[in-house]
């Protein structure tokens, strides 16, 4: 008898128990389908919280997703304050339905150019200006990184997106960067998204929200809208920890 393969979309969920000290400590459930891996259920026992368990399981899980070649994810309901606990485990927040956030992992990657970014936002809150930071990379390297800057040049438009477009576009000695990702502290407003679509850049990873002003989601979903003649894809809250932190510092200091 010949078993059929599974369709890609098969999706398989398993609960499985964590052991400590050779008693049932905790337990996680995980949905898994031919691409992914995704994390929907994850308790410690009150005995047991505490002492890593958690982020043991979230190790083990990485390590299967990447012999498997899988994505890592998590299917969290809103309200179960796990939220946080992920990002600090490096997931990013990538979609929220009206009772649940999807998040998924950030590879290394992500991350480590998102710290670049974070050194300019820093380098521009020194300057008195909103600390925000951008980088470009292509091709692994750098090939712009910026600051905010509207205050010392006196341009409202010298956000650190279009700054460090500018300059990328400059140094490639051309008006388009495909292949490009931007990495950039906080969510792009509008006139950056719109000048990251110009840009023609493949991908935007950005840190922490903005609700005043972010069109990738907050206040509006501009590089989500199929209208445009360019797709760019995007992931957001990426070490957004860190990136908020400088803002509330910024403006802590404002009002002191
Ligand atoms: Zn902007």
Redesign the pocket.
């Known amino acids: 008898m010949t078993v059929p393969p599974r369709p890609a979309h098969f999706a398989q969920k398993e609960r499985r128990s964590i052991v400590a000290e050779g008693r049932e400590a905790g337990v996680y459930e995980i949905t898994e389908t031919a691409r992914s891996l995704t994390l929907t259920r994850l308790e410690i026992l009150p005995d047991f919280r505490s002492r890593g368990l958690a982020s043991g399981t979230i190790v083990e899980l990485r390590a299967q997703a990447h012999a498997t070649k899988k994505a890592l994810a998590a299917r969290i309901a809103k309200d179960d304050g796990a939220r946080r606990f992920l990002e600090r485990r490096g997931f990013a927040l990538e979609r929220a339905t009206r009772t649940h956030l999807e998040m998924a992992d950030c590879d290394e990657e992500d991350r480590r150019w998102m710290r670049k970014a974070l050194e300019q936002a820093r380098r521009g809150g020194q300057r008195d200006e909103t600390p925000?930071g951008a980088v470009i990379v292509r091709d692994g390297a750098i090939i712009a990184r910026a600051y905010n800057a509207p205050l010392s040049r006196s341009d409202p438009t010298a956000?650190?997106?279009?700054q460090a477009i500018r300059r990328a576009a400059r140094t490639a000695g051309e008006q388009r960067l495909p292949g490009a990702t931007m990495y950039v502290t906080v969510e792009?407003?509008?006139?950056?998204?719109g000048?990251i679509l110009h840009a023609r850049l493949d991908r935007v990873v950005f840190g922490a929200p903005n609700a005043k002003?972010g069109a990738c989601g907050s206040q509006c979903g501009l590089l989500s809208m199929n209208c445009w003649n360019h797709r760019v894809a995007w992931r957001g809250g990426v070490l957004a920890a860190e990136s908020a932190a400088l803002l509330r510092g910024y403006f802590k200091g404002k009002r002191d």
């Open positions: 925000v956000h650190a997106e279009i792009p407003c509008a006139m950056c998204a000048a002003f």
